[in-house]
């Protein structure tokens, strides 16, 4: 079965500055997507990036950028120019290709943002 | 993205007693919804998979007994929670995957927030 390691229970940055969310994940397949999704106070599930496995360029949406390293297994999340807006908790989450489409959830980063 | 509604977005109900969620699909036709259950502090947990027309699957160590699930139509999922106690209180999303969407992405719900007193 797959499973998703999110390894900091908590983080903080400082507004406007940079930071890194990790994400490991054990699969034997080949063909997968890799989510995080963001889940503020009012626990409203949002998508924030994927990536496609098959994909070897690091998919980036404006101020958030993955590090994808497949052979690692590894998928962290950066963030730039941190906002207020940003704080919230953040999933990891997989998705298998093809025939299975239940998405497997790491246990989540909280991220507080400091003014 | 998709619109997924979810109601009522919280309930409080006496012990012993069924709850009804429903999940929507408010702009497209879903044949395949998704039921979590997320606990204080802690990740989503796949309830079970409802399929439009047909008997929902349900997670190991999920009660289908318990949890009942009717996909009735394209836009629509329920959740009964039955007999409910005070360990079923909290906090269940539903979300859906768009046909054809690159990327297989899921839309979720704003999630109904379950007390049994």
């Known amino acids: 079965a797959q499973t998703v390691t999110q390894s900091q229970p908590e983080m903080s940055v400082q507004e406007a500055e940079t930071v890194t969310l990790s994400c490991t994940y054990d699969?034997?397949?080949?063909?997968?997507?890799l989510f995080w999704y963001k889940q503020p106070p009012s626990r409203q599930m949002i998508l924030v990036i994927r990536?496609?496995?098959?994909?070897?360029q690091n998919a980036t949406e404006n101020r958030f950028s993955v590090n994808f390293q497949k052979a690692a297994k590894s998928f962290s999340l950066k963030i730039s120019d941190s906002q207020l807006g940003d704080a919230a908790m953040y999933f990891c989450a997989y998705l298998q290709d093809f025939g299975n489409e239940k998405l497997t959830f790491g246990t989540g980063t909280r991220l507080t943002i400091i003014p | 993205g998709a619109v997924v509604s979810q109601h009522p977005s919280w309930v409080i109900c006496k012990s012993g007693t069924s709850v009804k969620i429903e999940c929507r699909s408010l702009d497209f036709q879903a044949t395949t919804m998704f039921w979590y259950r997320q606990f204080p502090k802690q990740s989503l947990m796949l309830m079970a998979t409802s399929n439009e027309g047909s008997k929902a699957t349900y997670e190991q160590g999920v009660e289908k007994d318990k949890f009942l699930i009717n996909h009735a139509s394209l836009t629509l999922s329920t959740l009964t929670v039955t007999s409910a106690h005070p360990e079923d209180s909290s906090f269940y999303i539903c979300s859906l995957q768009r046909p054809g969407l690159a990327a297989n992405e899921q839309f979720f719900g704003p999630g109904t927030r379950l007390t049994v007193l």
């Open positions: 990536q496609e496995a098959y994909k070897q």
């Open positions: 699969t034997s397949e080949s063909d997968y997507y």
